[in-house]
């Protein structure tokens, strides 16, 4: 891992290609930078481990996720249901919770994966309200999220492209 200064420099390649919504395969990614493919792959377990603590008795569907901060921590997340429902917090948002809890509040990217029973056959985007609780903390141009069939199988996006014209902070600061 580069040092600090490096992280903060860091710019993700463009998701974008001809108006087209390409993701990014791990043969693209930047080798010298923070998210390089062994960063991706070690993400990526970390959130395939999660699949086991996944809390999914209605659904039976289990998510796992894995946060990286710009201090280069790891916080991990799954599912976790409710009978009533509403309460239900997804894999993402836990592990967001869980690191802004203990004081973290800059982030660099985040590996999900999901599947019923905890197969992963497919990648598993995150929902609309996770992506805005990322727009919370995140910059959306840098922020990467990695989608995962496993460690060789993913593909990145930032976060501007999975929740264009997101709002955030910025939109309700006075003039
Ligand atoms: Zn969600």
Redesign the pocket.
């Known amino acids: 891992m580069k040092d600090e200064d490096n992280n903060m420099e860091f710019t993700f390649p463009a998701c974008r290609q001809a108006g087209e919504l390409v993701p990014i395969k791990a043969d693209q990614l930047p080798s010298d930078e923070i998210m390089n493919d062994s960063v991706c792959k070690n993400l990526i377990r970390e959130a395939i481990g999660m699949l086991k603590r996944s809390y999914a008795p209605y659904s039976s569907f289990h998510v796992g996720a894995a946060l990286l901060t710009k201090t280069n921590k790891i916080y991990t997340g799954c599912n976790i249901e409710n009978a009533t429902f509403t309460p239900t917090n997804?894999a993402?948002?836990t592990a967001f919770f869980k690191a802004v809890s203990e004081g973290e509040k800059d982030f660099v990217a985040i590996a999900v994966v999901g599947g019923r029973k905890g197969n992963i056959i497919d990648y598993c985007p995150?929902?609309g309200?996770?992506r805005q609780v990322m727009m919370e903390f995140c910059d959306p141009k840098k922020f990467i999220i990695i989608l995962a069939k496993s460690e060789e199988d993913y593909c990145a996006y930032t976060l501007a492209d999975i929740l264009p014209l997101g709002f955030s902070a910025k939109n309700i600061e006075d003039e």
Do not use: T
């Open positions: 997804c993402e948002r995150p929902c309200v996770c």
